[in-house]
């Protein structure tokens, strides 16, 4: 069983920054794909950024040049640093691994809400 620990939400004026991290923990498990999306209320779960096991990124392009993925392999994490933070990047943020036997796993999420 694999689970996913999100943190490093909250409130941040504009222009700030903040930094998520997703803890995988489980065992006998291999992530091929690592992804962080986000969803306002009422609307679709969006693509933000995807890490690829072999180092690869993308980015959606309302946050390229803003926002890097990025993983502590020592510490089976992975984070996205968010900078130049805007109002319109409020939602909440998902994890979302997956890998080998059909692994296929999300985390609970969580809030990011920025201010004017």
């Known amino acids: 069983q694999v689970q996913l620990v999100e943190s490093g939400g909250g409130t941040v004026q504009a222009g700030g920054s903040l930094r998520l991290a997703c803890a995988v923990s489980?065992?006998?498990?291999?992530?091929?794909?690592m992804y962080w999306y986000r969803q306002v209320p009422g609307k679709q779960r969006d693509f933000v950024a995807i890490?690829?096991?072999?180092?690869?990124?993308n980015y959606a392009d309302s946050v390229k040049g803003r926002f890097t993925i990025s993983r502590d392999n020592a510490k089976n994490t992975v984070y996205l640093q968010m900078n130049s933070l805007k109002p319109e990047d409020t939602a909440v943020y998902y994890c979302?691994?997956?890998?080998?036997?059909?692994?296929?796993?999300w985390g609970q999420g969580t809030q990011v809400t920025v201010s004017y």
């Open positions: 890490l690829t096991s072999g180092g690869a990124t």
């Open positions: 489980g065992s006998g498990f291999s992530i091929n794909y």
């Open positions: 979302n691994v997956l890998g080998r036997s059909g692994l296929n796993q």
